[in-house]
């Protein structure tokens, strides 16, 4: 049975100039162990469709239909109270920007103590920290640090942190968005690896969001591609990149320099399309080279083809 | 921590300039002026050129005004602050030890309900951001400071004494009420004496004060609670706390701890201007503090008084910033000095 | 040409739709009609502010507000509603003046502090500090007392204090301005110091020196009330709000609560108008700084 299932899901954006639907139709399946990366420009909607998962979309962003399935329970229709005993237990979420996510006023021992705490999974305040500073071991970080302020850690000090957090309860599955992007290089590839060995040794789920086609290939199980809030590709994270389907996956893999060692550097022609106002039939149609007739008036529908999902005309 | 004391120490140097400052701003203003202070102290009443002469004296106005300025100041350094023009013998620091505990008791009393009202309503809106509750509350803060104390606490007294006979109009204690006093704030000698008839009859006086000067007071903080708590409420932590689980009521807390940075830091100014509206409020309750000592001195024209109070109060303010930098410090880890 | 780039920012404040504008709106409405009672008082007093304007054995007791009254009278038998309106011409004097004095003195020395930054900042911002940091209401009454009670002399103790308040203001500005590529290329390109500061950095701080203008008039107007109310700004039987109040207190207690209510009042909605269109102005600048 899949870890999460979700199904048809979509999430607006009530703005004062009107609704934006942020997540269109969104459908995608994750397995025991396995890691997914969903990849997209930023504006794709791949962080709100991720956040909405443990239910931390920020106002106004709403979930207006669809399911979430996750260890065969629906999280949509879940009290805030439900949801809260989920999160940090069974989902654990690692943010963008490790400097601002951690409260600089109390230590980071006392920070995962209070969680430990909430969720009832230790006896005494004593256990407690011992788990906590377990966890920051396990994390390659000295347990003695619970008793450091945030400020005295440094930026990939403060993600391995944020980890442990997520980690400290063993969830069942862990929603890494852009973890990496605020860090410099060489920090970014131990994050990964870190990653990457938790899961081995936790045995679980890892949905990471980034907009970065290469680091996915590297790391991932499965790759969902998004654009203008929709799932345009997914599949077998080799398969997607050896033998894109979609042409805009094509034209991602095509921009990405390590992927694609031609000498001039493609770069996908015009903007992304304004959410508020989408382009009729397939949103992708006005920037694809490969566009014909059916993509300008007709909206494409997701089609199988084994075990990879497209959503583009030229395979309906 | 000995990082700290000596930031401290430094800081309190830092006393030094300011107190000067004032103290010149005033002695200038007050030389600068044609006429002579005695005379004016003594307003028509007729003395004896001679007699007018020895207190000229008496009071070094015949000396050089750099004597003049430097004698005060070393007076000022043992805590003295001249003599009064119109009393004579009478010094103005014997003056301000009578006066200041009330003043002091009564700054206290208005910096807590200020600091209550404030949260409160910086918290309501802060929470309910965008809704008419916000509104109303970024409407309070706003009028709450135009308000002008002496009708705020005429109306107040009209209210709760003239109508409703719940408290007193003014003073500090019934008379008939007998109290030790040890440290001169009423409410705090006679929870020591265990008196508690004059604990209640204290407090009784205390309200209407207190509350006149918080209300006015409170809108500075409400705003800055709602400013600050709205832009916490959003930030990447409080995420991080609502996904690890942790209770919203919680988070509220560490939220407001953290919109609480900038409110302590604002609490220095604060306290100044309390200082200030103190004069007025004392001045509506026929509170005998230091507001009241200096309405009395400028209807006598006790110039040395008033100049007294000005070097006095500029001392409290330095006092009250160190005070407040202190609270900061033990608040935010970050500061390391 | 110059006058255009320091009004432009000024009228766009006005065309521009935004959540704070009905603050500007209203506060600009409340100034104006204080403003208009100001300038029509003579006109539309219906009796001497300093005459007696009851019959005698009327004027032994505060009379209650009336046709003849709308605010009532005093206890000398002097009617309300014509002091308010010729003490609306003290308060605006005493508040404009000394507001214009404030900004007269304190933006220059803020815009060169801000400039310079050397020692002339430095012991310009101790002196400004120590004097912002002090008490305004108690360092105003200490210089008005010793000058003696007159509008003119209140305007003096509080320009005092409030040349800080705008000193700090455009000092901050004109300091992040000066650290601006913008204003490092004009110096590279070797304008001198004038031009750039009066045709470039002060044009800029103009929105920010409006706000402090309405914010620092609004409490200009509670200072001048408490220097009033301490008998410092008019001497009897001359109206001025604050002192009306004062010598009302006592009545008050004896249940005449029109001798304090409207005085109180006046006072309110006058700081009141001023701060909405300080508050409304602020809210303006942050939604464009925001944008920017």
Same mark, same amino acid.
């Given at each position: ?13 009530m703005t004062l100039r009107g609704r934006l639907r942020a997540v269109k139709n969104a459908s995608l399946t994750l397995g025991e162990g396995e890691w997914l990366s969903i990849v997209g420009e930023s504006g794709s909607g791949k962080s709100t469709l991720a956040m909405a998962i443990p239910g931390l979309l920020l106002p106004p962003g709403r979930i207006t239909s669809g399911r979430i399935i996750f260890q065969g329970r629906d999280l949509t229709g879940m009290s805030g109270d439900e949801l809260r005993r989920i999160r940090g ?207 300008k008036s007709r909206e494409p529908r997701p089609t199988r083809i084994r075990d990879r999902m497209v959503a583009c005309h030229l395979y309906g | 921590m000995a990082g700290l004391a000596r930031y401290l120490l430094l800081r309190a140097l830092l006393i030094i300039p300011t107190v000067l400052i004032l103290y010149t701003l005033v002695f200038v203003i007050m030389r600068v002026i044609p006429g002579d202070p005695v005379q004016a102290a003594l307003g028509t009443r007729y003395v004896p050129p001679e007699q007018l002469e020895l ?60 600091? !209550?009202?404030? &949260?409160?309503? !910086? ?34 007294? &009209?209210?709760? *004494? ?5 408290? $007193? ?60 708590? *709205?832009?916490?409420?959003? *930030? ?25 940075? $900038?409110?302590?830091?604002?609490? !220095? ?19 005998? !503090? &230091? ?24 001392? &409290? ?16 880890? +970050?500061? +390391?000095? | ?6 009004l432009d920012p000024v009228v766009s404040l006005f065309r521009e739709r935004y959540e704070g504008k009905w603050m500007l709106l209203a506060g600009l409405a409340i100034v104006l009609f204080f403003v208009a009672m100001a300038m029509l008082a003579p006109y539309i007093a219906p009796y001497d502010p300093t005459q007696l304007s009851v019959p005698l054995e009327k004027a032994l007791e505060p009379q209650p507000p009336s046709w003849d009254h709308p605010m009532g009278t005093n206890k000398i038998g002097y009617d309300m509603f ?66 003696? #009670? ?56 103009? #929105? ?85």
């Open positions: 049975m899949a870890l999460l299932r979700i199904e048809d899901l979509n999430i607006d954006y237990s069974e989902i654990g979420v690692v943010f963008q920007d490790p400097l601002t996510s951690l409260d600089p006023l109390r230590t980071i021992g006392d920070q995962m103590v209070e969680a430990i705490m909430e969720h009832r999974a230790a006896g005494s305040k004593r256990e407690a920290l011992e788990m906590a500073s377990a966890a920051l071991e396990s994390v390659g970080i000295p347990g003695n640090r619970v008793k450091y302020y945030p400020h005295q850690l440094s930026g990939g000090q403060r993600q391995r942190v944020m980890i442990a957090m997520a980690v400290m309860l063993k969830p069942r599955l862990l929603i890494a968005d852009e973890p990496t992007t605020a860090l410099d290089v060489i920090v970014q590839a131990s994050i990964m690896r870190l990653l990457k060995s938790l899961q081995r040794k936790m045995g679980m789920s890892i949905i990471l969001i980034t907009h970065d086609i290469a680091l996915a290939a590297e790391v991932s199980d499965r790759i969902a591609v998004m654009y203008a809030a929709e799932i345009v590709e997914e599949g077998p994270a080799e398969q997607v990149i050896e033998e894109p389907l979609h042409p805009y996956t094509e034209a991602l893999i095509k921009s990405t320099p390590d992927l694609w060692r031609e000498k001039t550097l493609y770069s996908i022609p015009g903007n992304p399309p304004d959410l508020r106002n989408p382009p009729s039939g397939c949103r992708f149609h006005p920037r694809c080279h490969k566009a014909f007739e059916p993509c | 207190l000229r004296e008496r009071h070094g106005l015949n000396d050089p005004l750099y004597v003049q300025y430097f004698e005060y100041l070393a007076g000022v350094v043992r805590f003295d602050f001249g003599e009064s023009l119109v009393i004579e013998g009478r010094k103005i620091a014997d003056d301000i030890k009578d006066r200041f505990p009330a003043t002091l008791e009564l700054t206290i009393a208005s910096f807590i309900v200020s600091v !209550g009202i404030g &949260m409160a309503t !910086g918290i309501l809106a802060a929470v309910r951001r965008g809704s008419k509750l916000d509104t109303a509350m970024r409407v309070y803060s706003i009028v709450a400071y135009t308000l002008f104390i002496p009708w705020l606490g005429s109306i107040l007294i &009209m209210i709760f *004494s003239l109508w409703l006979g719940l408290l $007193p109009t003014h003073g500090r204690l019934d008379p008939r009420i007998s109290l030790e006093h040890k440290t001169g704030l009423y409410v705090l000698d006679a929870i020591l004496t265990q008196n508690w008839v004059a604990l209640k009859d204290a407090l009784a006086h205390l309200v209407l004060p207190a509350l006149t000067l918080g209300i006015v007071l409170s809108g500075a903080y409400t705003r800055l609670v709602r400013a600050n708590l *709205s832009e916490a409420l959003v *930030s990447d932590f409080v995420r991080a706390y609502r996904a690890r689980g942790v209770r919203e009521r919680r988070i509220l807390l560490h939220a407001l701890r953290n919109s609480l940075i $900038p409110v302590v830091t604002m609490m !220095g100014l604060q306290m100044a201007i309390l200082l200030g509206g103190a004069v007025l409020t004392e001045t509506t309750f026929s509170w005998p !503090g &230091m507001g009241s000592y200096l309405l009395e001195k400028v209807e006598a024209r006790d110039y040395t008084a008033v100049q007294g109070v000005v070097v006095f109060f500029s001392f &409290m303010v330095g006092l009250i910033s160190l005070i407040v930098d202190a609270i900061y410090a033990l608040i935010d880890p +970050r500061i +390391r000095y | 040409m110059r006058l255009s780039r320091v014509s002091r308010i309106l010729y003490g609306s011409r003290v308060v605006l004097y005493v508040v404009i003046t000394a507001s214009l004095f404030s900004l007269a003195v304190g933006v220059p020395l803020g815009l060169v502090s801000g400039y310079y930054s050397g020692k002339v900042d430095r012991i310009l911002s101790i002196i400004m500090d120590s004097i912002y940091s002090f008490p305004g209401i108690i360092l105003a009454i200490a210089i008005a007392s010793v000058l003696g #009670p007159s509008p003119s002399n209140a305007a003096i103790a509080l320009a005092v204090v409030y040349v800080p308040t705008y000193y700090r203001m455009v000092r901050g500005q004109t300091l992040k301005l000066t650290q601006s590529v913008f204003v490092e290329a004009l110096r590279s390109l070797g304008y001198p110091t004038r031009v750039i500061l009066l045709r470039h950095i002060l044009p800029n701080t103009a #929105p920010v020196i409006l706000v402090v203008f309405g914010l620092g008039a609004a409490d200009a107007i509670l200072t001048e009330a408490g220097l009033s109310f301490f008998g410092l700004t008019v001497t009897a039987p001359n109206p001025d709000w604050g002192f009306d109040l004062y010598n009302g207190l006592d009545d008050f207690r004896n249940g005449y609560w029109w001798t304090i209510f409207f005085p109180g009042l006046a006072i309110m909605l006058l700081a009141l108008g001023f701060a909405l269109i300080g508050e409304g102005l602020s809210e303006r600048l942050a939604l464009r700084l925001e944008r920017e």
